[in-house]
């Protein structure tokens, strides 16, 4: 019995070895298992959102028309202390690639190990700097034993559990370094010879798959270059054998403290995925599909923002992003359609003036793709005896060589509009009143109140003496104001004047807060002048400088230093004559005292009942009841100056909503031309960000915690905990879209009509959450409506029946489907061309 068992095992063992898929290339596509692939991929970052969200973000993604998913693998989350590994919770790597494979999707890891990813320190843990004798990302033997004992520990990881492809898992690509090429020359010739290393202590890792080098046009054999940018379109290989792939597009832009909020049109988004397969483009992925949360201190920058929601298809919070997330999936299907023309020939081009048409054919399969790359003018085109019309700066995706299945500048996709509504909190008993929150607080004394503290002369640079353990840094000093000082013969009015090399900088005199210095993303040192008030006699200057995330990015961003650097004097405002401090003996405290007391979990003694207002340095504790319902939770932190929240002991990130965005650069954009990370920008003059993610996984129902370090002054009764609500669905189609994908038949070599009634366009309405049902129609028009969702209006023409005909359609079902035709409403305007737009609301 136990040897046929033996045997058995054995032969399962074979099997599963058998079993494995083959992944290579050539010069057109990835080869799966000696088919070549037409893939899209997207970017999900597994740290960025919390496990309980990991199964919903990868359905939505296969739903959204994904094959692949692609991570980065996060260094410092998952080495913190060297030699110290940790592989749980929201860094459970192997659990998360489990799940894309339980969905039947590919995973491709970017190890790296440098990740940029506006990630704390590019991903690289903070010890590294502190080996004697390493210089970061060169050919220099300290260096290439770290990176290559956590890459092959990342890759032995994966073999154990069977993960790569090659032995029957979903990885079918990895990623060594990341964007190297782009400052290589900094380097010198080590440059060159590190990109070498690196590539052959991949490859003889012998992961059975292909390894990428994006940004990397030297990246050596067998490695494949792959392009990352807004466009890719027109990239090219360094060698004839690969193909051409697109490893970051992308989706909208990150968010800074300070900085306004990017956003990029999803027909331009489109438009360049488009653009890629229609120039022989076969691999590309969104970065990033969902962004996600920069949860605790991850955040790099300096200055990144805690949302990393990046304008992604499905938003921070993981719903779909619409009509963003259902164009793409449009934009999928037809790419899809003409997947085995695309890998089965060369492309032929046919150029006009701002157009192209490339053909894909052969005997039994013909595709087409027509762009317009003119930023003006839309064009009607003929091809193939047939006549086209092109809107400016679109691709049409012809899967037959004559039928406009998709155009990248018509939207067919419903679009929503979501809010973050504010929850009260109800009394149990009388479970009526909405109560207010009861808080308590504890003051955080200013300067130095460790006995850790020390003493030097001069002025430390800050990185080097917290080594990122916090972000907090103590610069105290006593002076002796004799009273025969110049500065004070202008009636003790004074100026400290500090340089810092960043980020943010809190003076406090005497125990009081005179002001703050900020940097922003683009600089984040300063000069500083604060006015300050010295009495004769002793005074204490207190400096709390702080880090608002490390450099992640450009040639030795490691190195980068931030704190005071100096000089610090001290200044007579009319008499010009100064005293420099910055050579004095400093005493120097790391990090807060409620740091060390642990303050964030709640367990304290400490906790004083009281909500004192405008005190810098307060820690504040309050306990909550999860919102009801499942919808995500988010607080707003409006009231409140600049500090860290947590919940139930987890950082939820440092929260800023005093730091405005410029009143400036929100202009109205146009999708059409051009795109870049200035370009689309909203909410010029607000709070960069007010509401932060508190992931549901991280919520009791009752008795939560939050803990909130405020450092400027606050007023925590402000705070408010929101809910997203679905208020709208709409839809905007007019009568000569491309129609619905819905309406072909799947069958590639005869695609036809399913069936003469899908002549027509459609509009679709579904409600997200599958137990609702559209419950009312606040809004019909067939004839010429204007507007976006949640505020369309009647044009000069309209249909008498759109409200009626809309509202017997839709109301009580989760989804509906109305042709937007004539024949439906009857014609308001002979000759006109016309469309219909809907709002609708699900309950
Ligand atoms: C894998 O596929 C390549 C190209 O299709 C082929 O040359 C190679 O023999 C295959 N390897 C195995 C182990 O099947
Ligand atoms: C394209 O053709 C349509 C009708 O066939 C016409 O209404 C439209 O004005 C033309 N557009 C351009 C840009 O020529
Ligand atoms: C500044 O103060 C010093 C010391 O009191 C004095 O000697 C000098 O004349 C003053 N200079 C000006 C420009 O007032
Ligand atoms: C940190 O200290 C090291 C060693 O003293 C020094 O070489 C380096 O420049 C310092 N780093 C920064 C950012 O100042
Ligand atoms: C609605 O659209 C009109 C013009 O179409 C515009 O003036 C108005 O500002 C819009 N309102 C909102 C809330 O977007
Ligand atoms: C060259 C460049 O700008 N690269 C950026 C691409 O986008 C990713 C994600 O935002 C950044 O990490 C890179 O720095």
Request: hydrophobic letters at 35%; glycine letters at 8%; one cysteine or more.
């Amino acid at each position: 019995m136990m040897r046929f068992l033996i045997a058995l095992l054995a032969a399962l063992a074979m099997t599963t070895a058998v079993l494995g898929t083959n992944v290579t290339y050539d010069h057109r596509a990835v080869v799966i298992d000696g088919k070549r692939r037409v893939l899209v991929s997207g970017s999900i970052h597994y740290p960025r959102s919390t496990p309980d969200m990991w199964p919903d973000l990868i359905q939505k993604s296969k739903d959204g028309g994904l094959d692949v998913i692609e991570t980065y693998v996060f260094w410092n989350l998952h080495e913190p202390v060297k030699n110290q590994y940790d592989f749980k919770g929201r860094k459970d790597l192997v659990t998360f690639v489990k799940l894309v494979a339980d969905a039947g999707l590919y995973v491709h890891l970017r190890i790296g190990p440098y990740v940029c990813a506006e990630w704390n320190y590019g991903g690289f843990p903070l010890w590294l700097h502190f080996i004697p004798g390493i210089e970061l990302r060169t050919d220099n033997e300290p260096f290439k034993a770290e990176m290559k004992r956590f890459t092959t520990k990342i890759v032995s990881m994966m073999k154990k559990e069977n993960l790569y492809a090659s032995q029957g898992g979903p990885i079918i690509l990895s990623q060594i370094e990341n964007e190297y090429g782009n400052f290589e020359s900094n380097y010198g010739p080590a440059g060159k010879s590190y990109i070498n290393w690196a590539a052959s202590m991949a490859t003889s890792l012998n992961t059975g798959v292909p390894w990428v080098m994006c940004q990397q046009r030297d990246a050596p054999d067998p490695l494949i270059d792959t392009c990352n940018g807004f466009y890719c379109d027109g990239y090219k290989p360094n060698a004839a054998n690969k193909p051409t792939m697109w490893t970051e597009n992308w989706t909208g832009w990150f968010l800074t403290f300070g900085g306004a909020v990017p956003y990029r049109p999803v027909e331009d988004v489109a438009y360049s995925v488009a653009r890629f397969y229609q120039r022989g483009g076969t691999f590309q992925n969104y970065y990033m599909y969902h962004g996600g949360t920069n949860f605790g201190h991850t955040t790099g920058g300096p200055f990144i923002a805690t949302s990393y929601d990046y304008d992604a298809p499905l938003d921070e919070y993981g719903a779909p992003r619409q009509p963003k997330w259902g164009h793409l999936k449009d934009l999928h299907k037809a790419i899809k359609m003409c997947e085995d023309a695309l890998v089965a020939t060369e492309p032929t081009t046919f150029v006009g003036q701002n157009l192209e048409a490339t053909l894909y054919k052969t005997s039994s399969t013909c595709a087409a793709f027509l762009a317009n790359v003119d930023t003006k003018n839309d064009v009607n085109v003929s091809f193939n005896g047939k006549s086209y019309h092109l809107p400016a700066w679109s691709v049409s995706i012809l899967p037959d060589c004559k039928n406009v299945v998709f155009n990248t500048a018509k939207i067919n996709s419903m679009a929503t509009v979501k809010r973050f509504v504010a929850t009260t909190f109800r009394d149990e008993l009388s479970n009526s009143k909405a109560i207010s929150l009861d808080w308590s607080y504890i003051s955080e004394p200013v300067g130095i109140s460790s006995n850790k503290a020390f003493n030097k002369l001069g002025l430390v640079e800050q990185l080097n003496t917290t080594s990122d353990q916090t972000d907090y840094l103590w610069y105290s000093i006593s002076t002796d104001i004799k009273g025969n000082e110049p500065f004070l013969h202008d009636g003790y009015q004074t100026t400290l004047r500090m340089k810092s090399l960043g980020h943010v900088l809190h003076l406090f005199i005497n125990g009081k807060h005179q002001g703050s210095a900020i940097g922003n993303y683009d600089n984040p040192g300063f000069s500083k002048d604060i006015p300050v008030v010295l009495k004769p006699g002793n005074n204490k200057l207190d400096l709390l400088s702080l880090t608002v995330g490390l450099k992640n990015y450009g040639a030795f961003f490691d190195k980068t230093g931030t704190g005071v650097s100096g000089p610090v004097e001290l200044e007579g405002l009319t008499n010009k004559s100064t005293v420099d401090l910055s050579s004095q003996r400093w005493t120097y405290q790391i990090g807060l005292k409620g740091e060390s007391l642990g303050l964030n979990t709640g367990d304290s003694s400490l906790w004083v009942l009281g909500t004192p207002k405008s005190q810098p340095l307060t820690w504040y504790k309050t306990n909550f009841d999860a919102p009801s319902g499942e919808n995500p939770v988010a607080i707003d932190f409006t009231g409140m100056g600049k500090g860290e929240a947590w919940v139930n002991g987890q950082s939820i990130g440092r929260y800023w909503p005093t730091y405005l965005a410029p009143t400036s650069g929100c202009s109205d954009c146009s999708y059409k031309g051009p795109y870049s990370s200035t370009k689309c920008q909203k909410d010029c003059g607000k709070p960069s960000q007010k509401l932060y993610h508190v992931p549901r996984e991280w919520l009791k129902p009752r008795e939560n915690v939050l803990v909130l370090l405020e450092e400027i002054g606050g007023d925590p009764t402000q705070i408010s905990f929101k809910t997203q609500e679905l208020e709208s669905l709409c839809s905007l189609v007019s009568e000569s879209h491309p129609l619905p994908m819905e309406a072909w038949t799947q069958n590639k070599a005869t695609r036809k009509l399913k069936s003469e009634s899908m002549r027509k366009p459609r509009i679709l309405l579904e409600c997200p959450n599958p137990s609702h049902v559209i419950s009312s129609i606040k809004f019909a028009s067939f004839g010429t409506p204007q507007g976006n969702c949640g505020n369309f209006s009647h044009g000069y023409c309209k249909s008498p029946n759109a409200l009626s005909i809309l509202q017997k359609a839709c109301i009580g079902s989760r989804t509906c489907n109305v042709e937007v035709s004539s024949t439906t409403f009857g014609d308001p305007c002979i000759g006109v061309a016309k469309s219909l737009a809907v709002e609708a609301s699900c309950a």
